[in-house]
């Protein structure tokens, strides 16, 4: 059997005030071109489909046109919704579309039904656990000790009684511990999110989805498959890819990539304003591309965001690398600000109200009280 493991694709999203849906219609249509190729027997979606709950008008128009091409290929669809969907929205009339083929995880209620999909080999389970948070599990298991990630997701997979002798493949959007994050993902303080690998024992392969680097965490079969499109500066040096699974007989698995290619890449330059902006310097260069700028002026220059995409439309983010920034001083009307964790920015609080730092079990505290937060944060 063989399956494409695809995740994240956070239709919608914007990318610095820029609108991604150009480059993502582009590289679904490259996914499709490589569904015809491959002729896959499923199609494996793990989580964050869209990049909000309420998703706009067009990531639906986008991410609708693509299921009915899937379907007209006779591709079968897995997909479960992530941390940044509505699993109520995403799985809208999930029974009467499981009829074309398309399997949609339901809300997570304690129980995870697996799709069969049969080969000559026999039966693969298909499992599909959406994004949950322990106080989910917790509400529906009150008699079971679930304090963590790796519990909640423990607990959820305990009652799913997975047939261990057949083939079984699990799809689910976690942060698994070991994973390599960037910044374009939501980060709970104090990795208190984190899930251990040891859960999913019982699966042959373990579809991921939440991190956007491609990876594998432990073994070769748990696998982040990573997003399809470059989504912060800091996977400039990521290579994008869809995964390619192929399962024989029990214990047989084959893994691979296809490589995918963004209609804009996405680099960074450096230099003064009078370099980045002398003819002989651009003339030739990506100028399409998606460009982070580091100027190397020691004054700032007036009205440079605007000046600059005079030459490079698709500036997203500008710093400045000089004297003064690397002396740690502020300079008047920055373009970017570091991004802090809440409780680096609860830290930074009280440092400056106390004139000294927290002691650990002041941050133990404020870390619970934060993680609480996020649970109920539904």
């Given at each position: 059997?063989?399956?494409?493991?695809?995740?994240?694709?956070?239709?919608?999203?914007?990318?610095?005030?820029?609108?991604?849906?150009?480059?993502?219609?582009?590289?679904?249509?490259?996914?499709?071109?490589?569904?015809?190729?491959?002729?896959p027997d499923a199609v494996l979606i793990a989580g964050?489909?869209?990049?909000?709950?309420?998703?706009?008008?067009?990531?639906?128009?986008?991410?609708?046109?693509?299921?009915?091409?899937?379907?007209?290929?006779?591709?079968?669809?897995?997909?479960?919704?992530?941390?940044?969907?509505?699993?109520?929205?995403?799985?809208?009339?999930?029974?009467?579309?499981?009829?074309?083929?398309?399997?949609?995880?339901?809300?997570?209620?304690?129980?995870?039904?697996?799709?069969?999909?049969?080969?000559?080999?026999?039966?693969?389970?298909?499992?599909?656990?959406?994004?949950?948070?322990?106080?989910?599990?917790?509400?529906?298991?009150?008699?079971?000790?679930?304090?963590?990630?790796?519990?909640?997701?423990?607990?959820?997979?305990?009652?799913?009684?997975?047939?261990?002798?057949?083939?079984?493949?699990?799809?689910?959007?976690?942060?698994?511990?070991?994973?390599?994050?960037?910044?374009?993902?939501?980060?709970?303080?104090?990795?208190?999110?984190?899930?251990?690998?040891?859960?999913?024992?019982?699966?042959?392969?373990?579809?991921?989805?939440?991190?956007?680097?491609?990876?594998?965490?432990?073994?070769?079969?748990?696998?982040?498959?990573?997003?399809?499109?470059?989504?912060?500066?800091?996977?400039?040096?990521?290579?994008?890819?869809?995964?390619?699974?192929?399962?024989?007989?029990?214990?047989?698995?084959?893994?691979?990539?296809?490589?995918?290619?963004?209609?804009?890449?996405?680099?960074?330059?450096?230099?003064?304003?009078?370099?980045?902006?002398?003819?002989?310097?651009?003339?030739?260069?990506?100028?399409?591309?998606?460009?982070?700028?580091?100027l190397t002026d020691e004054e700032d220059v007036l009205?440079?965001?605007?000046?600059?995409?005079?030459?490079?439309?698709?500036?997203?983010?500008?710093?400045?690398?000089?004297?003064?920034?690397?002396?740690?001083?502020?300079?008047?009307?920055?373009?970017?600000?570091?991004?802090?964790?809440?409780?680096?920015?609860?830290?930074?609080?009280?440092?400056?109200?106390?004139?000294?730092?927290?002691?650990?079990?002041?941050?133990?505290?404020?870390?619970?009280?934060?993680?609480?937060?996020?649970?109920?944060?539904?």
């Amino acid at each position: 059997m063989k399956c494409i493991h695809l995740s994240d694709l956070h239709l919608g999203k914007r990318l610095n005030g820029f609108s991604m849906i150009g480059d993502q219609r582009h590289i679904l249509q490259q996914i499709l071109q490589i569904v015809e190729e491959e002729r896959p027997d499923a199609v494996l979606i793990a989580g964050d489909v869209y990049d909000r709950p309420i998703p706009s008008v067009e990531a639906m128009g986008l991410f609708d046109d693509f299921l009915k091409r899937l379907v007209r290929a006779q591709v079968q669809v897995f997909i479960i919704s992530g941390n940044h969907d509505s699993p109520e929205r995403l799985a809208f009339a999930a029974e009467l579309i499981a009829y074309s083929g398309i399997h949609i995880a339901p809300v997570y209620d304690g129980t995870v039904r697996p799709v069969s999909v049969e080969d000559a080999y026999g039966p693969v389970n298909i499992y599909m656990l959406p994004f949950i948070r322990p106080a989910h599990v917790r509400a529906i298991f009150p008699e079971e000790e679930i304090g963590s990630y790796t519990d909640a997701v423990r607990t959820a997979v305990a009652h799913m009684e997975v047939r261990e002798t057949q083939r079984n493949i699990l799809l689910t959007h976690q942060f698994v511990t070991g994973a390599v994050r960037t910044e374009s993902e939501e980060i709970v303080v104090g990795g208190a999110d984190n899930v251990d690998a040891s859960v999913f024992e019982a699966f042959d392969y373990v579809a991921l989805g939440h991190i956007h680097g491609p990876q594998h965490v432990g073994r070769e079969s748990i696998r982040y498959c990573g997003t399809p499109l470059k989504y912060s500066f800091s996977e400039m040096r990521h290579r994008k890819s869809v995964t390619v699974l192929e399962l024989g007989k029990k214990g047989t698995l084959g893994i691979r990539t296809r490589e995918l290619t963004p209609l804009h890449e996405m680099r960074e330059i450096k230099g003064t304003y009078a370099e980045l902006t002398a003819k002989e310097n651009y003339e030739g260069t990506a100028v399409e591309d998606h460009l982070r700028v580091i100027l190397t002026d020691e004054e700032d220059v007036l009205d440079v965001v605007s000046k600059l995409r005079v030459i490079y439309p698709h500036l997203m983010e500008l710093r400045y690398d000089n004297r003064r920034t690397r002396e740690g001083q502020e300079i008047a009307g920055g373009e970017t600000v570091k991004e802090k964790t809440p409780l680096e920015l609860v830290r930074d609080f009280y440092r400056l109200q106390n004139d000294r730092d927290m002691n650990e079990e002041q941050e133990a505290f404020v870390a619970g009280a934060i993680e609480k937060i996020w649970e109920e944060d539904i």
